[in-house]
């Protein structure tokens, strides 16, 4: 069984930064990924690094969020800057240990954008 924390939300004013940590209790993964759900919507995809530290970003982040991790700690980061009100969400950690899907998902993490 793998655990994983999230921590780093908060309020924060439209333009502001925020950044999310998620601590894995597993060294060993094929890629781990930040998602996000919004009242009333799916969640989706927000930014993915891979074991090799291969990113992958949505494009509505792309130039504003940076994903990254600590190799030796097992956190992963999403560094966010130039938040908008429509990146308000609940913001969930996931590991996969294959391609296809995720196997394992933290709590999440409340982002608000607002002034």
């Known amino acids: 069984q793998v655990q994983l924390e999230e921590s780093g939300g908060g309020l924060v004013q439209p333009g502001g930064s925020l950044r999310l940590s998620c601590a894995a209790s597993r060294l060993s993964f094929y890629a781990m990924a930040w998602y996000c759900q919004a009242p009333g919507k799916q969640r989706e995809l927000v930014a993915s690094i891979t074991s090799a530290d291969r990113t992958n970003y949505a494009d509505s982040v792309k130039g504003r969020f940076t994903i990254s991790r600590d190799h030796a700690k097992s956190i992963m980061y999403l560094q966010m800057n130039s938040l908008k009100p429509e990146n308000t969400a609940v913001y969930c950690c996931?590991?996969?240990?294959?391609?296809?899907?995720?196997?394992?998902w933290g709590q999440g993490t409340q982002v608000t954008v607002s002034s």
């Open positions: 996931g590991l996969q240990h294959s391609p296809d899907r995720v196997h394992y």
